[in-house]
C-alpha cells in the first residue's frame, strides 16, 4: 500500500507564495512520474504541473513563470513552490504519483488533496 500526503496548503493573500510538500510512504520502489493537479469549485480537476523521475517537468500554460515544481527522489517528496499567487489559483490541490511497488506494474495514486485559497 502507498501514501500520498500534502501539506502546506492555506489562506494568502493575492501576490502571496506557498510551497506545497507531498510526501509518499508506504511498499515504495521506485516512483515515476509525480504531478500536482487542482480542482477549483464547479470545475474539472486540471493538471498544474509534473515532474518524470529524471527531473524534466511541464507547466500549464496559466502557471509557466509562476509555479516550480520539483521532487527530492531520496526522500519520496514532491514540492510545488508558488509565486504571485492570483485569486484564480484558488482550488483543492492533489498530489499524483505513479509509483512501483516491486508487485506487478506501476499503479497511479492519489493524495487526499489540500485547500488553497487566494484572496483579492
Known amino acids: 500500500q502507498v501514501q500520498l500526503v500534502e501539506s502546506g496548503g492555506g489562506l494568502v493573500q493575492a501576490g502571496g507564495s506557498l510551497r506545497l510538500s507531498c510526501a509518499a510512504s508506504g511498499s515504495i520502489f521506485s516512483i515515476n512520474a509525480m504531478g500536482w493537479y487542482r480542482q477549483a469549485p464547479g470545475k474539472q480537476r486540471e493538471l498544474v504541473a509534473a515532474?518524470?523521475?529524471?527531473?524534466?517537468?511541464n507547466y500549464a500554460d496559466s502557471v509557466k513563470g509562476r509555479f516550480t515544481i520539483s521532487r527530492d527522489n531520496a526522500k519520496n517528496t514532491m514540492y510545488l513552490q508558488m509565486n504571485s499567487l492570483k485569486p484564480e489559483d484558488t482550488a483543492v490541490y492533489y498530489c499524483?504519483?505513479?509509483?512501483?511497488?516491486?508487485?506487478?506494474?506501476?499503479?497511479?495514486?492519489w493524495g487526499q488533496g489540500t485547500q488553497v485559497t487566494v484572496s483579492s
Open positions: 515532474v518524470t523521475s529524471g527531473g524534466s517537468t
Open positions: 499524483n504519483a505513479d509509483v512501483l511497488t516491486g508487485w506487478g506494474p506501476s499503479r497511479n495514486y
